[in-house]
Nanobody, 125 residues
Framework: QVQLVESGGGLVQAGGSLRLSCAAS????????VGWFRQAPGKEREFVAG????????DYRDAVKGRFTISRDNAKNTVSLQMNGLKPEDTAIYYC??????????????????WGQGTQVTVSS
């Protein structure tokens, strides 16, 4: 079981930026595909962005393309999500999660095996 800890959430005005980080406990973080998800009150958890275990071909939901950037540093066991141009509709709890080792990048919540506790992002208008 991989332990994941998110950080970097907070309150920001519309148009502002935040950088979320996800720290993993495993020694072989380079084997895990990582996804960022978010869940707003009363809504289902949704895929935001993901990056493969090799670091190639990141994927984003359409609503955040051009504003969010996912990256990873396997030497530091971290994945970051840079969020620019934030909008009130980005308000949610943000979670990072990993698939099984060498898993494919997918937006399917059910394919992710370990989850962090989440970090709150609030964007005011």
């Amino acid at each position: 079981q991989v332990q994941l800890v998110e950080s970097g959430g907070g309150l920001v005005q519309a148009g502002g930026s935040l950088r979320l980080s996800c720290a993993a406990s495993t020694r072989r973080f380079d084997l895990y595909t990582v996804g960022w998800f978010r869940q707003a009150p009363g809504k289902e958890r949704e895929f935001v962005a993901g990056i493969t275990w090799s670091g190639g071909s990141p994927d984003y939901r359409d609503a955040v393309k051009g504003r969010f950037t996912i990256s990873r540093d396997n030497a530091k066991n971290t994945v970051s999500l840079q969020m620019n141009g934030l909008k009130p509709e980005d308000t949610a709890i943000y979670y990072c999660a990993v698939t099984s080792p060498l898993g494919l990048l997918t937006s399917d919540v059910g394919e992710y095996r370990s989850w962090g506790q989440g970090t709150q992002v609030t964007v005011s208008s």
